[in-house]
């Protein structure tokens, strides 16, 4: 059984950091992505930033492009997303998720999924 966990959400100050992890275990697959999605209160879940494996590829939305950074390490099952110059307009539950199949950030894509860790950027 596939299961991730997220872990590193927390309160920060506007123009602040985080790490976020994501510990996965259960995978058998040589090859599959894994992405960060996020949903604030009253809006829609939207992808962050999504890494492939084992070739590394990343893409990123918009909003977070030059500010946050995907990475992936495999000895530990890990993938992390490192956020830098936090915005309150980050506010929001962070999720990763795994799919064996596909690439991007459309969340029908995703089979598997964490439950969700709490960022909150005050002003």
């Known amino acids: 059984e596939v299961q991730l966990v997220e872990s590193g959400g927390d309160l920060v100050q506007v123009g602040g950091s985080l790490r976020l992890s994501c510990l996965i275990s259960g995978l058998t697959w040589d090859d599959y992505v894994v992405a960060w999605f996020r949903q604030a209160p009253g809006k829609e879940r939207e992808g962050v930033s999504c890494i492939s494996s084992p070739d590394g590829s990343t893409a990123y939305g918009d909003s977070v492009k030059g500010r946050f950074t995907i990475s992936n390490d495999n000895a530990k099952n890990t993938a992390y997303l490192q956020m830098n110059s936090l915005k309150p307009e980050d506010t929001a539950v962070y999720y990763c998720?795994?799919?064996?199949?596909?690439?991007?950030?459309?969340?029908?894509?995703?089979?598997?999924w964490g439950q969700g860790t709490q960022v909150t950027v005050s002003s």
């Open positions: 998720a795994a799919t064996r199949l596909g690439w991007g950030m459309q969340i029908v894509a995703y089979d598997y």
